[in-house]
Nanobody, 123 residues
């Protein structure tokens, strides 16, 4: 069993930055592919970024490429999403997720999900 908890959300002005964190507990957390997704009211859950288990492989949605960075700390128990140049359309609940499969942008490939953290970007 794997338990994920996100933190770091909040309210920020357009152009600002936030760093989201995801802490995982469970024996297999450090060996899993990690992903970040978001969901805005009335919209389907959207892929943002994914990171390989060894931290060397990444893949981003076009909407955030060049602005967001996914990374993992050396201990392997924290995964981050650095968000720069935030836009009002980035407003959503952000979720981290863990998968047993290689890099994937499909929510169905992820076995475990956190509870989400709200990010609001004001114009």
């Amino acid at each position: 069993q794997l338990h994920l908890v996100e933190s770091g959300g909040g309210v920020v002005q357009a152009g600002g930055s936030l760093r989201l964190s995801c802490v995982g507990s469970g024996d297999t957390f450090s060996t899993r592919t990690m992903g970040w997704f978001r969901q805005a009211p009335g919209w389907e859950r959207e892929f943002i970024a994914t990171l390989s288990m060894d931290g060397t492989g990444t893949y981003y949605a076009d909407s955030v490429k060049g602005r967001f960075t996914i990374s993992r700390d050396k201990t392997g128990i924290l995964v981050y999403l650095q968000m720069n140049s935030l836009k009002p359309e980035d407003t959503a609940v952000y979720y981290c997720a863990a998968a047993s499969s290689p890099l994937s942008s499909y929510p169905g490939d992820y076995d475990y999900w956190g509870q989400g953290t709200q990010v609001t970007v004001s114009s």
